[in-house]
């Protein structure tokens, strides 16, 4: 191993710890107002849209294997399925129907 | 230690973390490999490879690394691209720390390093309070499948069959996807407005900014927009 490459990815891991750690252990939320609180707690729904949207149409150079892939999961987990069950069952899905097709 | 009331029969925290953290290793795993075959061809070692798995942690900036160190790049200015890619996290990391049960700031400390998108993503869908040992058994699965395929990567490359290879792409959105919809069910139009906001303004902002940063500008975007909305749709309503 190369030390400018050990430095490097040493590096890395500070920059990406600081600001998953920062928040955890310095915020004190405690006395901020409500509407900022409630803010923070809605923060999960629109990163789940922003991590879904557009990258699920980007999975595949074919647009519909995206899509597809996409309304299968909706389907799937709309049923309450277990998660472990709507991704193994997406994946499988999406072999058998580019098996076929 | 806090003890379980509850009958034995109830799995502890830990093991519900780690059995929810089982798609999360699926979904990393064609991630790993490809980057751990990459990162052969740009001629890292495999020790540094998984090195780079080990410390980092972040796939995004991973995968952005091994370009950077293609196209000649500097090890100050992949650090410094790292940091901003990573910016996002904060945001995450406060909703966290808003929802979390109390805990010590060196379990904070410990758990704050698996936090990716998806350990987040799977946690902070949780009901509150979230288990700090939920978090841990998460991003325990999480961290192992990404260090383990990445070095399996590196030497067998994508030795799954191209069809499984190809599918299993779709399997971290199918992830996100079944954290949304139960959501979506319990707590409706809030949610659904809020997760269709965050992917419009991802898709906007992306055309001017890097990924990591469209993230967090799009849900920032998002989160207010949808506060502005809610707020005149109030005052209509009092009217």
Request: charged residues 10%; without cysteine.
């Amino acid at each position: 191993m190369s030390m400018p490459i050990i430095w490097m990815i040493i590096g890395m891991g500070i920059v990406t710890y600081i600001p998953r750690v920062l928040p955890l252990v310095m915020l004190q939320t405690e006395n901020w107002p409500d509407w900022s609180k409630k803010m923070l707690s809605r923060v999960p729904y629109a990163v789940l849209g922003a991590l879904i949207f557009p990258g699920v149409l980007n999975v595949h150079e074919n647009i519909y294997f995206g899509l597809i892939g996409g309304i299968i999961a909706i389907i799937l987990a709309y049923f309450s399925l277990p998660l472990i069950v709507v991704v193994a069952g997406t994946i499988g899905s999406l072999a058998v129907l580019t098996y076929f097709l | 230690m806090e003890t379980v009331s509850s009958s034995y029969a109830e799995p502890s925290h830990l093991k519900k973390g780690i059995i929810d953290g089982i798609p999360i290793g699926i979904g990393y795993m064609p991630v790993a490999l490809t980057f751990g075959l990459i990162a052969g061809t740009t001629g890292l070692t495999v020790a540094e490879a998984v090195l780079m798995s080990m410390i980092v942690f972040a796939g995004a900036s991973q995968y952005m690394a091994l370009t950077m160190i293609a196209l000649g790049s500097g090890a100050l200015e992949i650090i410094l691209a790292t940091f901003i890619v990573n910016f996002r996290h904060l945001l995450m990391s406060a909703s966290i720390h808003e929802r979390a049960e109390k805990s010590s700031k060196k379990i904070r400390a410990v758990y704050a390093f698996g936090l990716t998108d998806e350990v987040f993503a799977v946690a902070s869908t949780k009901e509150e309070p979230i288990r700090s040992n939920y978090i841990i058994g998460v991003a325990a699965v999480a961290y192992t499948s990404w260090v383990t395929f990445t070095g399996v990567g590196y030497f067998a490359g994508s030795f799954l069959p191209g069809i499984l290879q190809e599918s299993m792409a779709i399997a971290l959105y199918a992830l996100f996807i079944a954290l949304l919809i139960p959501s979506i069910k319990k707590e409706g139009k809030v949610v659904i407005s809020l997760s269709i906001l965050g992917g419009l303004f991802h898709s906007i902002f992306q055309f001017w900014v890097a990924t990591g940063w469209a993230i967090m500008f799009g849900t920032i975007a998002a989160l207010l927009v949808f506060e502005g909305i809610e707020s005149l749709w109030k005052k209509r309503g009092t009217e």
